[in-house]
């Protein structure tokens, strides 16, 4: 680093006296000699002659050293020793020092370091960022909660016309609800609590609610009078991939009730060949997938995994058949609830054929929405909303909104314009983006399959491979699959 790019940042009212490297940091990833260094400077600036109050001569008074934290010096933590002069009124007491604009007093810190740890608090955690500069855990995360405090009156989105909502669970910190605006696939907001008591408040104090026009969620019903009382024109409409996921799990419930009337090798079988076929949609099966099914039903004891993958199909294609029509999109219910055969084991579909008719307007209304709505943006938002979390396990919840709502494309907007109204709107792409570097802009993926396409179903969506099922054999850990069944209809 050359020296007049230090005096710069101080005004130019330094000269560099010398540099004094140590090692005596613990060594870490961010920094593996140990090393820091103490940058010494000497104010050479202009200094006033004549006291502004008594219009006397001012007098040498005792100096004062400061030491600041300041960005890495060649790779290491830096600290900015800094020798600064005073002078002194005999007659008034008055004492002059000369002010460092580019100097944080409060947090003995460059203004450029403040800056830096709060645009890298976006993407990294605070003990990296202290291990990088050297200061405590504490200070970066105090800087980051005054940057996104600081930010918070800024930052005001246009209220959306279709709105998504979903939950996602966070260690610590409980449920939280994520808010989308599904038209220009951007996160609006997230809050803590998923109760109508808190989503009612937080509705109601969103501006120009009589904006929203479709409000897209799974089968929760607390939704329902927080969106009635709250958004006078709104429509509830269930997000449809969470309907069709009921039939995946009444099918699978078939599974494992035969499979508990096996032997253990039969079952183990059964289970390892089965489960990730049986999920697979009919058009996608291989051909030993499909020679599997057709195996299921010659076999007297395995038939009823036949028919309930027959019905899982039919039930798919109320969606993907009828797209055109809500009309035949009811009938083509109505005759797949008509087909469920009697037998006991088929009554989680006739669960499904329930819940159905429990969420019929809001189910159906998904053909009268002008544009396809799906919630699939919002699942996306939710998981890279958990691997920020994981960065800074732990958190407050203002910290992770923070992290969260203050990508790079929004700060720059706020920066150039002094306030963000309405979405930034990717054309396609990641939700949110984590650059710091200023002026870099957010990279635009123009595949069309960025987004989840919910119609094209993928069995494994929402499982962790080693957690939720078997990347090599395709089997889904029955545990995982029936956790939520009887919650979400209650």
Not at 201 to 230: A, G, H
Not at 237 to 263: C, G, L, P, T
Request: proline share 4%; aromatic share 10%; with cysteine.
């Amino acid at each position: 680093m050359e020296q007049n790019t230090i005096d710069e940042i101080l005004m130019s009212g330094f000269s560099l006296i010398n540099v004094k490297p140590f090692y005596d940091l613990p060594i870490s990833e961010q920094n593996h000699e140990g090393k820091r260094s103490v940058i010494l400077m000497k104010y050479i600036g202009e200094m006033p002659v004549l006291c502004p109050k008594c219009n006397i001569k001012l007098y040498a008074h005792t100096g004062k050293e400061l030491l600041v934290s300041d960005t890495t010096f060649v790779g290491a933590p830096s600290k900015l020793q800094l020798k600064i002069p005073r002078k002194r009124c005999h007659k008034c007491g008055y004492i002059y020092q000369p002010k460092i604009d580019s100097i944080d007093e409060s947090r003995f810190m460059t203004k450029r370091l403040v800056a830096k740890i709060a645009n890298l608090a976006l993407k990294r955690s605070f003990d990296d960022i202290a291990k990088e500069y050297d200061v405590s855990n504490g200070t970066a995360r105090n800087v980051f909660k005054s940057f996104i405090r600081e930010k918070k009156e800024e930052l005001r989105f246009q209220t959306p016309a279709f709105i998504g909502l979903d939950e996602i669970k966070i260690k610590k910190l409980g449920e939280l609800t994520v808010i989308t605006d599904l038209e220009h696939k951007t996160l609006y907001d997230m809050l803590q609590g998923r109760n109508q008591t808190s989503l009612t408040e937080y509705f109601n104090q969103i501006p120009n609610r009589e904006r929203v026009l479709w409000v897209c969620t799974d089968m929760y019903r607390p939704f329902e009078k927080s969106i009635k009382t709250t958004f006078p024109n709104a429509r509830w409409v269930i997000d449809h991939y969470h309907v069709v996921a009921y039939a995946n799990k009444a099918m699978d419930a078939i599974r494992i009730s035969i499979q508990s009337k096996m032997s253990k090798k039969d079952r183990v079988a059964t289970k390892k060949g089965l489960a990730y076929t049986l999920r697979t949609r009919l058009e996608k099966l291989s051909l030993e997938d499909a020679a599997k099914i057709r195996e299921c039903r010659e076999n007297l004891d395995l038939e009823p995994l036949a028919i309930a993958f027959d019905l899982k199909e039919d039930f798919f294609n109320i969606y993907d058949k009828n797209l055109e029509s809500i009309d035949n999109a009811k009938k083509a219910f109505a005759d797949w609830e008509a087909s469920i055969p009697a037998d006991k084991i088929y009554d989680d579909f006739r669960t499904l054929a329930k819940t159905v008719h429990n969420f019929y307007e809001q189910i159906f209304n998904y053909w009268i929405c002008p544009i396809a709505i799906t919630n699939g943006f919002t699942e996306c938002t939710n998981r890279i909303i958990r691997e920020n979390n994981i960065r800074g396990r732990g958190n407050s919840f203002e910290i992770l909104r923070g992290r969260t709502l203050y990508r790079h494309a929004n700060l720059e907007k706020i920066e150039n314009n002094g306030m963000l109204l309405g979405p930034c709107i990717p054309k396609k792409g990641p939700v949110f983006h984590y650059e710091e570097v200023k002026g870099i802009q957010e990279v635009v993926a123009e595949d069309e399959n960025t987004y989840f396409n919910s119609m094209d179903y993928d069995p494994t969506i929402g499982l962790i491979p080693g957690i939720n099922f078997d990347p090599e054999t395709g089997e889904i850990f029955d545990e995982t699959l029936l956790e939520d069944w009887n919650t979400e209809l209650e």
